[in-house]
């Protein structure tokens, strides 16, 4: 079990805002080298919390993490104060969650990693919710203390999205990022009809994923750069042969532009 990961970095100067990490390592992107080199670099959720970049080398890939320092710490309601739920509680706290609770999370996902919006100093206003954390369970450990944990959550730009380690299969996430989206409608031969949505990568205009919408029709627009957060399952599609991203019901997906 570890803490969560960081698979995203703010930084406060021009341009302002949450930058996904892995594509900011892509050797084309010499600004970000600049934003690694001069700029202090701070937790994506809290903005407060200071981290730090180790450098990637031969046997090890590049990755964020806190800043040593007594005085450095995440805000309270940071999700990164605690460690991930196991795959089998996150199973169990989704199967307890009504639609509704579900795109209430979706819609914190994207107040708390995705808002671009600042005050007059990098840190946030406190957010606007009774209980801003993402998606914290209370469960008991083995001394039946009560702790609390973290919903699994993944940027769309998080390589294990395409490269799926096995034991992410079946697992409910949460994925959040920023991407392009393009929607569209399927029509059998039968005349039957269903829905579908692409999610595309802001850079290199890939599809990331493409969702099953069923009747749920979605007005988005191509040439907007969206804030999104769904809830997602990789799963074994039976007809057609294949695992694939799933949405975890037809409903668990948010988008917003700015
Ligand atoms: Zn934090």
Same mark, same amino acid.
């Given at each position: 079990m570890s803490m969560l990961e960081y698979t995203e970095f703010y930084h406060a100067?021009?341009?302002?805002g949450v930058f996904d990490f892995y594509s900011s390592l892509t050797p084309d992107r010499k600004d970000f080298k600049k934003i690694f080199n001069r700029n202090k670099i701070y937790c994506p959720e809290c903005r407060v919390c200071q981290l730090k970049l180790t450098q990637e080398t031969i046997s090890k890939t590049a990755f964020l993490s806190k800043m040593p320092g007594e005085n450095n710490k995440h805000s309270d309601w940071c999700s990164h104060n605690h460690q991930t739920m196991k795959n089998s509680e996150a199973i169990k706290y989704y199967g307890s969650l009504s639609n509704e609770e579900i795109l209430e999370k979706l819609e914190k996902t994207i107040y708390l990693l995705l808002s671009p919006k600042v005050t007059n100093n990098h840190k946030k206003t406190? %957010? @606007?919710?009774?209980? %801003? @954390?993402?998606g914290l369970i209370q469960t008991t450990n083995r001394k039946n203390e009560e702790t609390m944990k973290a919903l699994p959550k993944m940027s769309f730009y998080d390589p294990r999205i395409i490269n799926?380690?096995?034991?992410?299969?079946?697992i409910p996430f949460l994925l959040y990022g920023d991407v392009y989206l393009s929607a569209y409608e399927i029509i059998g031969s039968t005349g039957f009809s269903y829905n579908k949505i692409r999610v595309i990568d802001k850079n290199s205009k890939n599809q990331i994923m493409n969702l099953y919408r069923g009747k749920n029709i979605d007005k988005t627009r191509e040439d907007v750069l969206y804030h999104v957060a769904v809830v997602v399952r990789y799963d074994y599609v039976s007809i057609r042969k294949e695992y694939k991203w799933e949405l975890?019901?037809?409903?668990s997906i948010i988008y917003r532009s700015d």
């Open positions: 100067d021009e341009p302002v406190v %957010p @606007t919710y009774d209980n %801003p @954390t993402l799926v380690p096995e034991n992410y299969y079946h975890y019901n037809q409903t």
